[in-house]
């Protein structure tokens, strides 16, 4: 790793300029975080806190690194992905924005963990993650410095707050990686969905987003769960449910979002049809076992840029798109900038919720509180030019009352 | 009130056989709780427990009646809506079945509560509500039975357990009712719902239900809410939103289901077009301030069985359907028996969880235990023929630990 | 056949007055129909006509038969199927408006031609059908009558103007006949549609209607078809096509509407499941098999009013709706008002156009002039309150030329 | 312009390998016309004709070459538009398959007319367009060689064949372009389209395709027409149709489908709110007024590959894609293949029906044979792996008969 500009590690400054056009277009979609930045600089509630972030680093991600300074946090950023970094949107945090930024699309393993080790040794006194890596490695590998982040203690895990409400479920998953999955499979295929069999591992929020969105193609959508509740419920919605054992001989299209591993396994690519797309949209890479397709295959080639060809003893060809990464990240630009805005304007809510409530917050794992949730949905009802109505003190007497019903 | 059979008080017993046959249409579309009254006949889970039930008497509640009564309770049953009782079904249970049955189709305010005391001189040890009128005048005007209920203790939201899961907002509400309120009004008007702008005032769970239907028939769907999480829900699924005072002036159908008082109210009325519909489909008849109506009309005619013609100074006509009671229960069948047998199944399995966890159970109100949920789903599946996936050993060891991600 | 009033020959004259109520209801929903009465009554289009009208006889016909009155056309009508007449609807009909209506709820075969019979005798110079019952008998036993048709040809088929245009096609089948025939099917058996697997023999526009509304009530939907474009139309829609073979094992709600016959038939009951519900909702009851069900069968019983429980040799019961009659008119209201609105109004200005055509008319079929269409859906526009651009004049100009394009 | 290699110009030979595999991979969504071509090379139906074709070079365009070739045509090909030339497909059909080919993506105006030109000097005794630019120079600048065109005679028009069939409305245009008009409009500005309302000029093939993949994604979708039939149709299928002076207020982002000339105009633009999105997806760049846009913005820049920013004197901010041109061509890839699999099969079968009837044929312009749309509908359910039902001996004779009916 080469420390190339006030101590960042991107790939090329130059690309700066680029960026910021990148950032300024992702501002316009997101009018909630914007309206928290204005508010951010007056109130500085972030102010002499050392926030370690790693994620995804984006066009958005940089709109809430920019929120997050305006709000007085000293910031360092890596990504939580080693191919969803925007090298452009890197250089311009790096250079113009000096905020301290390690992040290069494609690096290697070895660089992936080099940055994440470069942004703890910021000694971080709050974390902001995407899937544990950063949290993870701090428990590992860097015990000593637990007792930095937030009021001493031990436990990092103090004040972290799980974006489990609204802005996750609904925006981000149902909405975000609806459309994104989507997208991604377009852009990588160019395949028509309508009239195609779409297989969906898991109809959890994503899975049920990704659904509604394939249905709205033209789809023929089929769910496989293993959650009974879940199952029905797509059942319900009217959607064929069935075993993957018996999909993988109908499906077209197959998309994992379960966040399991091999999912799509050995005895699944046995049965499928010549020519099906496999995608995952899961956020590890692990539910489609590669490893047992790259042995069953006689031959693997490229064929798009985000498309491996499999070549099977019986003729058969499987396309895995994206290498099995999440397929709206590597062949799409992630979640749209509008979703983003929910999700960062929540993280930054939230960081501030942390900052001023640290000395009363236990040592244990807290949702969301509602107020935030209600709060950034109001924010983006307003940017949205929608107004609605609020309950008459009549009403309001009514809902508190067990007595007026007949 | 006369006591015309077995200490029942029905319409008409020679309406049994009638009756009969509509329990049994209704057994057919109701294989969960048929499965678990095989289950009770062996298990007696309910023996020696007295259960009062005021519930909509329908087909489908005459069927959770015989599966309490195989699992061993005493029963005695009143209407828990005085327009929703079915006279034959009311027959069947008191002649055929000789279950304590007090519901008469249209009977007066005062026959209601009668009704309902009938019941409690049943002295229950159990209760079962929708609405909770019973549990209401048992707090009211029998507190001295309180202690009778389960476990002789002083309150008897003992062991109460709140129908607030899947069963409940999944089918009960969403696909349940926003079915048979679509019915409800297509029967009271037979109106075509394609091209007609369709207001939902409430995007709870019945409302995404309705609003789901409403689309399905090619309605132009407008949604009016007071909570913003919810209100950004419905304009992220595709439905306008806006306040009601906008929306009253572009509505052909308005329903109301927010569970509140007055949701459309005089200066709604006003702004009206001529010839709109107006319909509640939540629990109470307080949502359509009918008062303000009648004050405002200058004349009321009934022009179809369940349409009541408002006319306005000004020559517009505003149509309330079935005066503002429940339009499902009122001018259809109520929820299809499917849906009815997904939440009665729940309702049975938590009697007898009840009975069996009574002398552990606080006194407080709990939510349904997340395996009768999965239980119900499960056993729903298997009606449908359709099989879901297990997890593998593999995968359940990924869930369960944090290590085998990237 | 008694001759009750003026020489109609229906039910109770005693029901006029309830008739007339549903005659103002179903008016309201007709604001085309509506304006083009006003229209009528000045212009006198249909003055000197001798009119026979074989249709279903309902709330909206009734509304067609004033408007071709107002028109200044002398009357004749007989019911174009026996379970279709709304009998306070004749009687209004026959006794308020003095037109001579032979049509009784329920009419035996012979009462049915009887009744077809009594409008030939008024020697229709025009005749107005829904089936082609009234022109085939015409043809077969009236043959001395055929030169009394308008210009005193032998073939009455000069001036027929066919439906096949907009608003048959668009409105009659596609909205009317999807949501009266979904309506049909609850009302009969109150079922739950969610999650059912709903089979549609046929992909024409009352198929297409069909299948979007099943859809839209959370159904899974399946087309069965023998045309292979319409067949590859569904699949690309998103439908699964396929043999009625294989539907046969999978369904658990059918629809016939091919127009054809023994579309359900010997082999596919052999295969269907227990509790499957048949029905028809093309024009004739020939799409299921009925003689080969019934011979199949070891008993038939009425399980609901709409219901026939058909019981087989194995156990399994299949329920056939409404003898295989039409579902929309047997178990429901028929179509809404505003579709017969759009239908009927496309007749009313067809006949105007006949009578003053007449003579340049030749000796075939025609298809509805487009004029009459574009007229109808802008008076429906207009009733909606909906405006709808213009061409301007470079617009138009652009339109006309070959030679602006790139 | 330089003739690069055997008589073609394309950009550059090298990207011949890269452009194969393009082809390859479309070839594999293209099962339809590869059916044909393994037909044609048998039967060579095209032998000894020249066949001059003027359409997108793409991936797809180039399997139809290859069909074409395989029937033995000897061809010239050139672009019909100049954004839509993939130089890699190019560079494989002029070096790979020798075809000539004259398309460079981004050429000028004159080198445009040079290629139609270049194109025209190989005397096609056939001509295969898309928008006309062939045909039309060929009767401005090349008379003398329209006698060469099939048979000799003085009208070139001989011979033509709309494909206004099937292929052409239900693929091409409905589940074609509304799907990768989505997906250009999405690559170009990765919004979120749930909860965004989205206008769209025109409800004709092309406007209810999009319309329904919009709603699909979670749009408010609003329509403008200038056809009362195509408004009402729009209007019933539960969108909201309104003047585009109205919508022009309203919308996030506009699509136009018209097919003419400034349907996004000054007015409107002088409405619109800030940030809103300006897409075209019909054949030319004349449907958005840029022309009065860049008079009426301050300046322009651009803020992604395919965004132009107009700012208004007011400060509001309008994007126009791909600077008016068909969005999915130009910000996309352009219909998937599976579309021109439909189409481009219609094609070759109707060059084989014009070249064995050309004697026939009047001088008149002739539909699609219904023919040709059931075989290629039957060889795409075929490849799909979808059967259907075929007509009974019993239904047959139904059918043919006037006289089974009730």
Redesign the interface.
Known sequence: MKVSAKGSDVKDLKLAVEGQ??I??AA??MPVLTLIRQRFIKDQPLKGLKLAACLHVTSETANLMLTLKAGGADLALCASNPLSTNDAVAAALASQHAIKTYAIRGEDNDTYYEHIDAVLDHHPTMTMDD???LV?RLHKERKDQLAEVIGGTEETTTGVIRLRA?AKH??DNR??T??STI?GI??AT??????KTFVIAGYGWVGRGLA??A???????VI??????K???A??????????DEAAREGDIFVTVT?????LDRKHFDGMKD?VILANSG????EINLKALDEMATGVRQ??PA?QEYKMRDGR?LHVLAEGRLINLAA??G?????MDMSFANQALCAAYIAANAAKLEKRVYDVPDEI??EV??L??HA?G???????A??ER??NS?E???
């Open positions: 056009d990148l300024d277009w316009r979609e899937g544990a890596d993870s609204m609904m925006f909405y975000g609806g459309q997208d377009i852009r160019n395949v028509l969905l309508a009239g509604s969105r249905k709205g193609h033209g789809a023929d959508v496989t769960e293993v959650d009974s509740v199952a029905l419920e059942a319900m919605d009217g959607f064929r449910v069935m075993k993957m966040g399991d591993v091999n999912v020519g956020h590890f890479n692990s064929v798009r498309v060809r799409a630009e979640h749209p900038a509008a979703v949730d209600k949905a109001q983006k009802l949205m929608i107004a609605i109505d609020t309950l008459t009549e009403q009514y809902l067990w007026e019903g007949t």
